[in-house]
């Protein structure tokens, strides 16, 4: 798998939305976190945002549905990314959940909070196109990442590999140029940045730099 780096705009200026896209041109994703609330303890943005979103970005859109009862707007959201994320802990129907956002053309994710474990999903992980493993909790950006669920990444990479899928393994929460190359060490192939990216003086460059860290790996 390639690598690529998702900037997350939850620490971008809200504001100047599409200017702070410009910023991060040179990013393979940009990872957009919709949150509910509910499903976590923060409120962010929601489908016009993203669908405009859409409209303006260079970079595809790769949503991170941090909700409630997914199954009711995963689809809606597929319309307008490349792919889209939903939290196994949220869904009472994680089938009917990827097939939603199949059927609207986008890559189906699935997420799994540090507590849950890899062996209570991996029935279900050869219908993803891509799993993400939470290396920190789900809602708010800026945190330290949890050491010990670098350990499920390692996992999740040998189950693929035995298994013979090809499935991509996105790492969300934390993500440093300090700590990159262990986390593309373990298998990681799509890293989420919010905090490392957007607090550097030139956006483009710690791209490229983390990049540039995680492939050396």
């Not at 962010?44 to 707007?73: A, C, F, Q, Y």
């Amino acid at each position: 798998m390639d690598i690529r780096i998702a900037p997350s705009i939850l620490s971008a200026d809200f504001a100047n939305l599409e200017a702070e896209l410009n910023s991060i041109s040179d990013a393979d994703l940009i990872h957009v976190d919709v949150m509910d609330g509910h499903f976590v303890p923060n409120m962010t943005l929601g489908l016009p945002i993203v669908k405009r979103l859409h409209e303006v970005s260079r970079v595809p859109l790769d949503v991170h549905l941090m909700i409630d009862h997914p199954e009711n707007w995963a689809g809606e959201y597929a319309k307008h990314a490349s792919s889209v994320t939903f939290h196994f802990e949220a869904a009472s129907n994680p089938q009917e959940v990827i097939s939603k956002i199949r059927q609207s053309g986008a890559k189906a994710a699935m997420s799994i909070k540090p507590e849950t474990s890899f062996d209570s999903i991996s029935g279900l992980v050869k219908d993803l196109d891509m799993l993400l493993v939470m290396t920190v909790e789900p809602g708010f950006g800026g945190q330290s990442l949890i050491e010990s669920t670098i350990s499920k990444v390692s996992q999740a990479v040998s189950f693929a590999s035995d298994e013979q899928l090809e499935l991509s393994i996105q790492v969300d929460g934390g993500v440093t140029a300090e700590n990159i190359a262990r986390l593309a060490a373990a298998g990681a192939d799509t890293f989420v940045a919010g905090t490392a990216i957007f607090q550097a003086s030139d956006r483009n460059a710690e791209i490229n730099r983390l990049r540039s860290l995680a492939e050396k790996a």
